[in-house]
Nanobody
């Protein structure tokens, strides 16, 4: 079992930055690839970013590439999402997820464990 707790969301203006954190507990954190997803009202959950267990590589949705950065600190069992140049269309509940294995997968169905989510609201 893996428990995930996100934090760092909030209300910001367009162009601002936020850093989300996700602390994991339970099984060995370093064995899991980690991902961030988001869901806006009335929309499906969508992929944002993911990182391999070794942090050797990451992948991003086209909509956030160049603005968001995912990272992880296995010593702190924490994954981060640095979000810069935020836009109103980034408004959503952001979820942290983990999957056993090395691949930084991009579909929700490939992740087994999920956090409760943290709200990010970007005003124009």
């Amino acid at each position: 079992q893996v428990q995930l707790v996100e934090s760092g969301g909030g209300l910001v203006q367009a162009g601002d930055s936020l850093r989300l954190s996700c602390v994991a507990s339970g099984n060995t954190f370093s064995n899991y690839a980690m991902g961030w997803f988001r869901q806006a009202p009335g929309k499906e959950r969508e992929f944002v970013a993911a990182i391999r267990w070794s942090a050797a590589s990451a992948r991003y949705a086209d909509s956030v590439k160049g603005r968001f950065t995912i990272s992880r600190d296995n010593t702190k069992t924490t994954v981060y999402l640095q979000m810069n140049s935020l836009k109103p269309e980034d408004t959503a509940v952001y979820y942290c997820a983990s999957r056993f294995g090395t691949d930084a997968a991009s579909t929700p169905g490939e992740y087994r464990y999920w956090g409760q989510g943290t709200q990010v609201t970007v005003s124009s």
